[in-house]
T-cell receptor, first 118, second 114 residues
Framework: AQKVTQAQTEISVVEKEDVTLDCVYETRDTTYYLFWYKQPPSGELVFLIR??????QNEISGRYSWNFQKSTSSFNFTITASQVVDSAVYFCALSGSFTGGSNYKLTFGKGTLLTVNP | DTGVSQDPRHKITKRGQNVTFRCDPI?????LYWYRQTLGQGPEFLTY????????KSRLLSDRFSAERPKGSFSTLEIQRTEQGDSAMYLCASSLGTGKETQYFGPGTRLLVL
Protein backbone atom coordinates (compact mmCIF):
# COMPACT_ATOMS: atom_id res chain seq x y z
CA ALA A 1 0.00 0.00 0.00
CA GLN A 2 1.15 3.52 -0.68
CA LYS A 3 1.28 6.19 2.00
CA VAL A 4 2.21 9.87 2.11
CA THR A 5 2.89 11.68 5.35
CA GLN A 6 2.98 15.43 5.72
CA ALA A 7 3.82 15.89 9.37
CA GLN A 8 3.37 19.65 9.35
CA THR A 9 -0.32 20.46 9.65
CA GLU A 10 0.07 24.24 9.65
CA ILE A 11 2.97 26.62 9.10
CA SER A 12 2.86 30.38 9.57
CA VAL A 13 5.64 32.66 8.33
CA VAL A 14 6.21 36.32 7.70
CA GLU A 15 6.57 37.51 4.13
CA LYS A 16 10.07 37.08 2.64
CA GLU A 17 10.93 34.19 4.94
CA ASP A 18 11.98 30.89 3.39
CA VAL A 19 9.78 27.92 4.23
CA THR A 20 10.20 24.17 3.68
CA LEU A 21 7.29 21.76 3.51
CA ASP A 22 8.13 18.16 4.39
CA CYS A 23 6.86 15.04 2.66
CA VAL A 24 7.71 11.41 3.43
CA TYR A 25 6.34 8.56 1.37
CA GLU A 26 6.04 4.78 1.44
CA THR A 27 5.69 2.54 -1.58
CA ARG A 28 6.68 -0.94 -2.75
CA ASP A 29 6.77 0.13 -6.39
CA THR A 30 10.22 0.39 -7.95
CA THR A 31 8.96 3.01 -10.38
CA TYR A 32 6.79 5.75 -8.99
CA TYR A 33 6.02 9.43 -9.31
CA LEU A 34 5.90 12.20 -6.75
CA PHE A 35 3.90 15.39 -7.03
CA TRP A 36 3.22 18.63 -5.27
CA TYR A 37 -0.10 20.40 -5.68
CA LYS A 38 -1.25 23.75 -4.33
CA GLN A 39 -4.85 24.32 -3.20
CA PRO A 40 -5.65 28.01 -2.68
CA PRO A 41 -8.82 29.08 -0.85
CA SER A 42 -10.75 28.86 -4.13
CA GLY A 43 -10.39 25.08 -3.85
CA GLU A 44 -8.88 24.10 -7.20
CA LEU A 45 -5.82 21.88 -7.04
CA VAL A 46 -2.97 23.41 -9.02
CA PHE A 47 -0.16 21.17 -10.26
CA LEU A 48 3.32 22.37 -9.29
CA ILE A 49 5.81 19.60 -10.05
CA ARG A 50 6.23 15.92 -10.89
CA UNK A 51 9.35 13.87 -10.19
CA UNK A 52 10.12 10.34 -11.39
CA UNK A 53 11.63 7.86 -8.95
CA UNK A 54 14.61 7.24 -11.21
CA UNK A 55 15.56 10.91 -11.38
CA UNK A 56 16.89 12.26 -8.10
CA GLN A 57 18.13 15.51 -9.54
CA ASN A 58 16.83 18.38 -7.49
CA GLU A 59 15.00 21.15 -9.23
CA ILE A 60 14.63 24.89 -8.90
CA SER A 61 11.90 26.88 -10.57
CA GLY A 62 11.87 30.53 -9.66
CA ARG A 63 11.21 30.79 -5.94
CA TYR A 64 10.33 27.08 -5.71
CA SER A 65 12.78 24.24 -5.20
CA TRP A 66 12.37 20.54 -4.53
CA ASN A 67 14.68 18.13 -2.73
CA PHE A 68 14.07 14.47 -3.62
CA GLN A 69 16.01 11.94 -1.52
CA LYS A 70 15.24 8.33 -2.27
CA SER A 71 17.42 7.10 0.60
CA THR A 72 15.12 8.77 3.13
CA SER A 73 11.91 8.53 1.02
CA SER A 74 11.46 12.26 1.21
CA PHE A 75 10.36 14.88 -1.30
CA ASN A 76 10.54 18.26 0.36
CA PHE A 77 9.41 21.57 -1.11
CA THR A 78 10.99 24.94 -0.35
CA ILE A 79 9.58 28.37 -1.12
CA THR A 80 12.21 31.10 -1.04
CA ALA A 81 11.24 34.64 -0.11
CA SER A 82 7.61 33.71 0.55
CA GLN A 83 4.80 36.01 -0.51
CA VAL A 84 1.26 36.46 0.75
CA VAL A 85 -0.03 34.88 -2.48
CA ASP A 86 1.75 31.65 -1.50
CA SER A 87 -0.82 31.14 1.27
CA ALA A 88 -2.60 27.88 0.49
CA VAL A 89 -2.77 24.23 1.40
CA TYR A 90 0.04 22.26 -0.20
CA PHE A 91 -0.37 18.56 -0.93
CA CYS A 92 2.30 16.00 -1.63
CA ALA A 93 1.10 13.02 -3.66
CA LEU A 94 2.41 9.68 -4.90
CA SER A 95 1.45 7.43 -7.78
CA GLY A 96 2.70 4.10 -9.02
CA SER A 97 3.03 2.89 -12.56
CA PHE A 98 1.27 0.30 -14.68
CA THR A 99 4.33 -1.91 -14.52
CA GLY A 100 3.95 -1.91 -10.76
CA GLY A 101 0.30 -2.92 -10.97
CA SER A 102 -1.02 0.53 -10.21
CA ASN A 103 -3.10 2.77 -12.39
CA TYR A 104 -1.45 6.10 -11.68
CA LYS A 105 -4.08 6.96 -9.08
CA LEU A 106 -2.76 9.52 -6.66
CA THR A 107 -2.31 8.94 -2.95
CA PHE A 108 -2.28 12.27 -1.17
CA GLY A 109 -0.95 13.40 2.18
CA LYS A 110 -3.23 15.36 4.48
CA GLY A 111 -1.73 18.65 3.36
CA THR A 112 0.10 21.51 5.02
CA LEU A 113 -1.68 24.84 5.46
CA LEU A 114 0.81 27.60 4.77
CA THR A 115 -0.05 31.10 5.91
CA VAL A 116 2.22 33.92 4.82
CA ASN A 117 1.62 37.07 6.82
CA PRO A 118 2.50 40.53 5.51
CA ASP B 1 -6.04 24.52 -23.80
CA THR B 2 -9.25 24.60 -21.83
CA GLY B 3 -8.79 23.06 -18.41
CA VAL B 4 -10.90 20.46 -16.68
CA SER B 5 -14.39 21.76 -15.98
CA GLN B 6 -16.97 20.51 -13.51
CA ASP B 7 -20.63 21.26 -13.12
CA PRO B 8 -22.25 22.27 -10.85
CA ARG B 9 -19.71 23.99 -8.64
CA HIS B 10 -22.01 23.76 -5.62
CA LYS B 11 -24.92 21.49 -4.79
CA ILE B 12 -27.15 21.49 -1.75
CA THR B 13 -29.55 18.60 -1.45
CA LYS B 14 -31.71 16.88 1.12
CA ARG B 15 -30.87 13.48 2.47
CA GLY B 16 -32.31 10.74 0.31
CA GLN B 17 -32.21 12.69 -2.95
CA ASN B 18 -30.15 11.70 -5.98
CA VAL B 19 -27.47 14.00 -7.38
CA THR B 20 -25.38 13.90 -10.54
CA PHE B 21 -22.14 15.70 -11.25
CA ARG B 22 -20.47 16.24 -14.59
CA CYS B 23 -16.80 16.46 -15.51
CA ASP B 24 -15.37 17.56 -18.85
CA PRO B 25 -11.70 16.62 -19.12
CA ILE B 26 -9.02 18.36 -21.10
CA UNK B 27 -9.53 17.41 -24.74
CA UNK B 28 -7.46 14.42 -25.88
CA UNK B 29 -6.90 13.28 -22.29
CA UNK B 30 -7.92 9.65 -22.26
CA UNK B 31 -7.65 9.03 -18.52
CA LEU B 32 -10.17 10.49 -16.12
CA TYR B 33 -10.22 10.21 -12.33
CA TRP B 34 -12.73 11.03 -9.60
CA TYR B 35 -11.60 11.90 -6.08
CA ARG B 36 -13.43 12.94 -2.92
CA GLN B 37 -12.05 15.45 -0.43
CA THR B 38 -13.45 16.05 3.02
CA LEU B 39 -12.56 18.98 5.24
CA GLY B 40 -8.97 18.94 6.43
CA GLN B 41 -8.04 15.89 4.39
CA GLY B 42 -6.28 15.22 1.12
CA PRO B 43 -8.28 13.98 -1.85
CA GLU B 44 -9.08 10.26 -1.88
CA PHE B 45 -9.35 8.18 -5.04
CA LEU B 46 -12.82 7.00 -6.03
CA THR B 47 -12.65 5.64 -9.56
CA TYR B 48 -10.75 5.79 -12.85
CA UNK B 49 -11.55 5.58 -16.56
CA UNK B 50 -9.34 4.86 -19.50
CA UNK B 51 -11.38 6.15 -22.41
CA UNK B 52 -14.89 4.77 -21.77
CA UNK B 53 -13.77 1.81 -19.65
CA UNK B 54 -14.06 2.07 -15.88
CA UNK B 55 -10.98 0.17 -14.75
CA UNK B 56 -10.93 0.54 -11.00
CA LYS B 57 -13.27 1.49 -8.18
CA SER B 58 -12.24 2.29 -4.65
CA ARG B 59 -13.87 0.65 -1.63
CA LEU B 60 -15.07 4.18 -0.85
CA LEU B 61 -17.43 3.90 -3.81
CA SER B 62 -20.47 2.25 -2.29
CA ASP B 63 -23.32 0.77 -4.31
CA ARG B 64 -25.06 4.15 -4.14
CA PHE B 65 -22.34 5.64 -6.33
CA SER B 66 -22.11 5.12 -10.05
CA ALA B 67 -19.85 6.71 -12.63
CA GLU B 68 -19.94 6.66 -16.39
CA ARG B 69 -17.88 7.99 -19.25
CA PRO B 70 -19.87 7.41 -22.44
CA LYS B 71 -17.82 7.68 -25.61
CA GLY B 72 -14.72 8.40 -23.58
CA SER B 73 -15.40 12.11 -23.32
CA PHE B 74 -17.19 13.70 -20.38
CA SER B 75 -17.96 11.72 -17.23
CA THR B 76 -20.81 11.74 -14.75
CA LEU B 77 -20.81 10.72 -11.11
CA GLU B 78 -24.20 9.93 -9.60
CA ILE B 79 -24.96 9.47 -5.93
CA GLN B 80 -28.27 7.84 -5.13
CA ARG B 81 -30.13 8.23 -1.81
CA THR B 82 -27.62 10.76 -0.52
CA GLU B 83 -26.53 10.65 3.10
CA GLN B 84 -25.04 13.40 5.24
CA GLY B 85 -21.71 11.58 5.14
CA ASP B 86 -21.60 12.18 1.38
CA SER B 87 -21.01 15.88 2.00
CA ALA B 88 -17.61 16.62 0.50
CA MET B 89 -15.79 18.17 -2.45
CA TYR B 90 -15.86 15.91 -5.49
CA LEU B 91 -12.86 16.45 -7.72
CA CYS B 92 -12.29 15.32 -11.26
CA ALA B 93 -8.88 15.06 -12.89
CA SER B 94 -7.63 14.03 -16.31
CA SER B 95 -4.31 12.99 -17.76
CA LEU B 96 -2.97 12.42 -21.24
CA GLY B 97 -2.37 8.73 -20.76
CA THR B 98 0.73 8.29 -22.87
CA GLY B 99 3.16 7.89 -20.02
CA LYS B 100 2.86 11.57 -19.18
CA GLU B 101 0.78 10.98 -16.14
CA THR B 102 0.37 14.36 -14.56
CA GLN B 103 -3.23 14.75 -13.48
CA TYR B 104 -4.86 18.13 -13.93
CA PHE B 105 -7.77 18.88 -11.66
CA GLY B 106 -11.03 20.68 -12.16
CA PRO B 107 -12.47 23.20 -9.69
CA GLY B 108 -14.54 20.55 -7.94
CA THR B 109 -18.19 20.20 -6.99
CA ARG B 110 -18.94 20.95 -3.37
CA LEU B 111 -21.84 18.83 -2.12
CA LEU B 112 -23.78 19.56 1.05
CA VAL B 113 -26.38 17.03 2.16
CA LEU B 114 -28.84 18.39 4.70
Amino acid sequence: AQKVTQAQTEISVVEKEDVTLDCVYETRDTTYYLFWYKQPPSGELVFLIRRNSFDEQNEISGRYSWNFQKSTSSFNFTITASQVVDSAVYFCALSGSFTGGSNYKLTFGKGTLLTVNP
Amino acid sequence: DTGVSQDPRHKITKRGQNVTFRCDPISEHNRLYWYRQTLGQGPEFLTYFQNEAQLEKSRLLSDRFSAERPKGSFSTLEIQRTEQGDSAMYLCASSLGTGKETQYFGPGTRLLVL
